[in-house]
């Protein structure tokens, strides 16, 4: 090992080697010739050798000094090192424990699926069951009341698998690009699927759009089904009177808007907390003939919140029913602009609940 002169313990000793021997020869020389007698001689050796061991003591001290500030300087290095890696471990520790509840949230959502669709295809395929078992042991004049029952509920069980269908291909296409989507050709298109069913019950079906209308920014299919579920339970949900669609513009917030509006059997305000929930429906709902999966609505949200939109409802029971979906129109940049969260604007007054 080479011991280098700039090495602090190598310069003490050579500083301790010379300033030491220069002590021993100057003061032998002091001691020689100011030693008159013999007491002097003696006085002066032992200050001589007092000196040399003040020197000595220094020396060491100042050995140990460094040593221990080196030492010092090693355990602070280590302290700051030691810290930095706790600080790391904690963040990593908190980004799994972030993942893990992330995972966690996952299944249950996926469990609730499993136990919201299960749920509801047990009801229909119960009332399936039931009529199956009653065919086999009713009289024969008795089986087409039956083979009707069982016809209406695998149209349930068909709607319902087709909603789902629809909202897990809603869902998958969160990413999607966004077009300028005509919102008052959405609902033309839509109007014309639904004009047969409308007549078929004596409803009278009108359509008022505000032109030019801004394009909204959006998926057209998406929107489509948006307005194709609103109208058809506008169409399910009234026995007389009619449905009446509008498009609107908000200047103040530039939005668009469609209306739906119909007189049918309205909702209880104490159901609004509910209504957008996945596979809900009203008590009134369940208890009358209409069928339903109590899905579209919640098509209807998912599709509104991909879209940066807001959907209202308003409703008075036994009169019918509007809703009003707002949707940002296509920027100039050509993307979604996202929408105010501040409430009502434009052509609704007074709504009831913003979703
Ligand atoms: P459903 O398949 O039961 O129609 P939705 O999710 O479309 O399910 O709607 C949820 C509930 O909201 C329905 O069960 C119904 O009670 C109520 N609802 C939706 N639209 C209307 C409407 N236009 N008029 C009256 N009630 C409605």
Known sequence: ????????????????????????????????????????????????????????????????????SARQRVE??????????????AERTRDLEDANRRLVELAKAQQRVIRDVSHALKTPLTSVNLRLELLERAPVERAPQYIAGIKEQAQVINAMVNSLLDLSRIEAEVDAPMEAVDLNATVE?????????????????????TRPLPQVAGRSEHLMTLVDNLLSNAIKYTDAGGISVRTVYSVEHDEAAVIVADTGSGIEPAEFPNLFKRFY?????????????????GIVREIVDQHNGRV???STPG?????????????????????????????????????
């Open 1 to 68: 090992m080479k011991a280098s002169i700039k090495h602090p313990v190598v310069r003490i000793v050579v500083i301790y080697i010379l300033v030491g021997g220069i002590w021993i020869v100057v003061s032998d020389r002091v001691v020689r010739q100011f030693s008159a007698s013999v007491e002097q001689a003696a006085t002066l050796e032992t200050i001589k050798g007092l000196g040399f061991v003040a020197l000595t003591s220094i020396l060491i001290f100042l050995l140990l000094w460094r040593e221990f």
């Open 312 to 314: 209202e409802v308003e």
């Open 281 to 297: 429906r009203t008590s009134a709902a369940k208890e009358s003939a209409v069928t339903g999966s109590g899905l579209g609505l």
């Open 189 to 209: 298109t839509s109007i014309e699927s639904h004009i047969g069913l409308a007549h078929d019950k004596g409803l009278a079906l009108d359509f008022s759009p």
């Open 76 to 89: 602070d290095d280590l302290r700051e090192l030691n810290m930095g890696l706790e600080s790391r471990i």
């Open 319 to 355: 009169e019918g029913s509007t809703f009003t979906v707002w949707l940002p129109v296509m920027s100039e940049a050509g993307d979604n602009k996202g929408v105010l969260q501040d409430g009502g604007g434009g052509a609704v007054s007074n709504p009831i609940l913003l979703s």
